[in-house]
């Protein structure tokens, strides 16, 4: 029996003291979670302190900018930290995704590699919008995650309902003073030192017709040092200022809109006016078409798109269209009235499409060549040489029954090439 204690004294001995490791761990292990659990907290409470205050930074920058009035209790922010790593995560995503959807590499995913590239800082993003019958008015603010230096600044307040109409938006030239103007009254930049270099069309009004242009994003740099940029988007309904980019944000965005940017000595280049470019409109669809249309609705919607170098109206729900060069010359004229069908041949189709080149004086029987037809009516033509640089021309005719009730004559110059 006392054999038997000792074996079970050894026993109890050794589970007590496996136990007592066992409760020392546990012990170790405890401490350092809840040292972790701590350390989550207090970071946690850290990031919640620096987001409020980042919140009152940017309700102040909005204020102040913008000259308005911010109710905290309306406006709720979003806030999104964007870091460098999440910003390469996503568009590796979608990399993967394009990838695995179409089985090759393609140019949107160039341009995702390309877009990595220019990654270069990350950012705490604050935005939100405020809705108020038929107004919505959008904010939003972007702080460098590092350094907490404002980047930007938007300040929209639109008419979702509003009817836009291009007749009634400012211009280049106004758009372009009260930019300037803007940079000063914020000393964003000394104005002396600065060079406007290029604007892009852009949208405010989302909800209108995807062709409206109702936004300029002129870009500016430090005339000593290419390196500082600005960037000013105007609101060219209301003739506002509704957003600024400065610092790492406006270089990058110039670099990455560096491709659509038209250059200021293009965007500043002379063309025809508005009212010019109306008069030049009317009676062109009767004498194309034999249609009379109300130039008034030609003289609303007509607008400049810089990206073209073209004048350009589509109104009616796009029944109508027209297309003019900077200079005045007419490029191109359609209207959409309900298709009929037509038992025309191919040849019966071209021979309609040609008399009408013919008719117009648009080129000679001799230069005129059908290079291109489809079912739906559409006939191209090679109407002659382009004398800068000595290939093609071509010309598109649309059919609709057996009359002519569209053409287009700003298809690029092609090298000949038979049907």
Request: proline fraction near 0%.
């Amino acid at each position: 029996m006392k054999g038997e204690k000792i074996i079970v004294g050894i026993l109890v001995a050794g589970v007590l003291l496996v136990a007592g490791y066992n409760i020392y761990n546990l012990v170790e292990n405890n401490t350092a979670s809840n040292k972790i659990k701590q350390k989550v907290v207090h970071e946690e409470k850290r990031e919640e302190a620096e987001n409020e205050y980042l919140k009152i930074k940017a309700i102040e920058a909005i204020e102040k900018h913008y000259k308005v009035k911010i109710d905290g209790d309306k406006l709720e922010f979003n806030i999104e930290h964007n870091t460098v790593e999440k910003q390469l995560e996503r568009i590796e995503s979608m990399i993967v995704e394009l990838s695995t959807r179409t089985g090759e590499r393609g140019a949107t995913i160039d341009y995702l590699e390309e877009e990595k590239k220019r990654i270069k800082f990350g950012t705490i993003d604050f935005f939100g919008d405020v809705y108020g019958g038929k107004k919505l008015e959008t904010y939003a603010v972007s702080f460098d995650d590092e350094t907490k230096e404002i980047l930007q600044v938007t300040c929209i307040k639109r008419d979702v309902l509003k009817k836009l109409k291009p007749i009634d938006f400012i211009s280049f030239e106004q758009s372009k003073k009260i930019a300037e103007a803007f940079i000063a009254r914020n000393n964003l930049e000394d104005v002396e030192q600065l060079k406007f270099i290029g604007l892009i069309e852009d949208v405010t009004y989302f909800e209108q017709d995807e062709h409206i242009f109702d936004t300029f994003m002129l870009f500016y740099e430090n005339m000593n040092d290419v390196s500082k940029k600005i960037n000013i988007k105007i609101d060219r309904v209301s003739g506002k200022v509704n957003y600024f980019s400065v610092g790492k944000k406006a270089v990058s965005e110039y670099e990455k809109n560096a491709y659509h940017i038209v250059e200021a000595k293009e965007v500043e280049s002379k063309k025809i006016t508005r009212e010019e470019a109306v008069k030049i409109t009317e009676n062109v669809f009767e004498k194309y078409f034999n249609v009379k249309v109300d130039t008034k609705d030609v003289a609303e919607d007509l607008q400049y798109n810089y990206s073209f170098a073209i004048w350009f109206a589509r109104w009616d729900g796009e029944k109508y269209s027209i297309v003019l060069t900077k200079e005045g010359k007419i490029e191109g004229v359609g209207y959409g009235e309900e298709i009929k069908q037509a038992s025309l041949t191919k040849e019966e189709g071209k021979k309609i499409a040609a008399v009408f080149i013919k008719k117009h004086k648009f080129a000679d029987e001799e230069d005129i060549k059908c290079i291109e037809s489809n079912s739906l009516g559409e006939y191209k033509f090679i109407y002659g040489k382009d004398e800068k640089t000595g290939r093609n021309k071509i010309i598109a005719i649309s059919l609709n029954g057996n009359h002519v009730n569209g053409f287009d004559m700003k298809l690029k110059s092609v090298k000949e090439t038979e049907e």
